[in-house]
């Protein structure tokens, strides 16, 4: 196909809320010889995007920023010194383009597309050749566009710390969101045991078919850490996907076994919570508080071979064309999404 000389896409002229998203028209750049040109296919939505969109993201934003940090695509275009990828081959960002392995940076988290840099809520996208993964075959572009983000960040905190997921573990996920999904689903496929815990009964109901064990209504059971331990026997969690914040953050702890690891994935909870007694419950149980940002293309690489192996396929709650951005994220902010908000961008 013919090289585009521009593309529509969406920036954020200001942050104090998501109805600002402008479509817009731009040139597009020229690519680099260690660059790729993607056309994009699919973008998926995060809770972030709703951070970025309010002002409200802790980790820095630029102005007028390109939103969006998962895409899936194609490639229509390669520079001169790229040797590993070729013009049609299906591909996914890593969230931070220079995050290729290891820990996290100060240098890294400055290459986190949709904030502090510009991000792929666009029709085509130039990006660093090193930062591009494929995407797995048995996925369409919608499901695979879920992974950059949310997979990742899941497969992270079971089997990318120093306490790695093993069959017979318990998990707990909190919610129905992206993350807590994708690691009920990693967790099922690595032979663990899974508590889910929602406000809704019916979400509760799509966590049990796709494979929890244990389902907690944490509206009618506040004291959901203490039902967790009921279904240990008392022993605790091994590992606990923690996207309250400090509202939930005590109970966690509370749950988790001695020894097991408690990943900080996010702060979707509302309301204030006291965490003064955080810091003896942790020594009390020796147990490891792991904050997530995200993972590297090397976990990535890794999870794909994971998803690969046991055909596994992302929970896809809605689709939305691209110029229905603005309703996308009406959705993801509603809550009433299990799994993940997808724009579908291209219409080939």
């Known amino acids: 196909m013919s090289i585009p000389q521009t593309t529509r896409l969406y920036r954020l002229p200001k942050v104090d809320g998501f109805h600002n998203l402008t479509l817009g028209e731009e040139p597009v750049p020229k690519i680099k010889t260690t660059e790729v040109l993607v056309k994009v296919h699919a973008v998926s939505l995060q809770f972030r995007d709703l951070a970025v969109a309010t002002g409200q993201y802790p980790l820095g934003q630029k102005d007028n920023v390109v939103p969006g940090s998962d895409l899936a695509g194609e490639i229509i275009a390669v520079g001169s010194d790229v040797t590993h990828w070729r013009v049609g081959d299906r591909v996914s960002s890593n969230f931070a383009t220079d995050h ?3 820990d996290a940076t100060p240098e890294t988290k400055e290459t986190g597309l949709g904030a502090p840099i510009d991000g792929v809520l666009t029709e085509y996208k130039v990006l660093p050749a090193h930062a591009l993964v494929s995407i797995p075959e048995h996925l369409n572009y919608e499901e695979a566009s879920t992974l950059p983000c949310a997979a990742v960040t899941a497969y992270n905190a079971l089997l990318g710390g120093p306490n790695p997921l093993k069959g017979g573990d318990t998990v707990l996920v909190q919610g129905t969101g992206g993350v807590s999904i994708f690691a009920l689903q990693f967790a099922v496929a690595s032979g663990a045991t899974v508590i889910a815990t929602s406000s809704s009964d019916e979400k509760l109901k799509i966590a049990k078919k796709l494979g929890a064990t244990h389902t ?3 509206k009618t059971t506040p004291d959901w850490d203490e039902e967790a ?21 005590t109970k966690s702890a509370n749950a988790v076994r ?10 979707v909870a509302q309301g204030d919570s006291d965490v003064s007694a955080l810091p003896l419950q942790v020594l009390g149980k020796s147990s490891i508080v792991r904050g997530i940002l995200i993972g590297s293309r090397q976990q990535f690489e890794s999870m794909n071979r994971l998803i690969t192996a046991v055909t596994l396929k992302p929970v896809v709650d809605k689709v939305f064309a691209f110029d229905e951005a603005q309703k996308a994220y009406e959705y993801q902010a509603s ?14």
Do not use: C, M, R, W
Not at 229 to 249: M, N, Q, S, Y
Not at 335 to 348: L, T
């Open 100 to 102: 290729i392995f290891g």
């Open 258 to 267: 001695y020894g097991g690891t408690i990943s900080i994935i996010g702060f």
């Open 229 to 249: 331990l009921k279904f240990t026997k008392g022993k605790g969690v091994d590992h606990i996907i923690e996207v309250g914040g400090p509202a939930t953050l």
């Open 335 to 348: 809550q009433k999404h299990v799994g993940k908000v997808v724009i579908k961008v291209s219409k080939d």
């Open 216 to 218: 907690i209504n944490y």
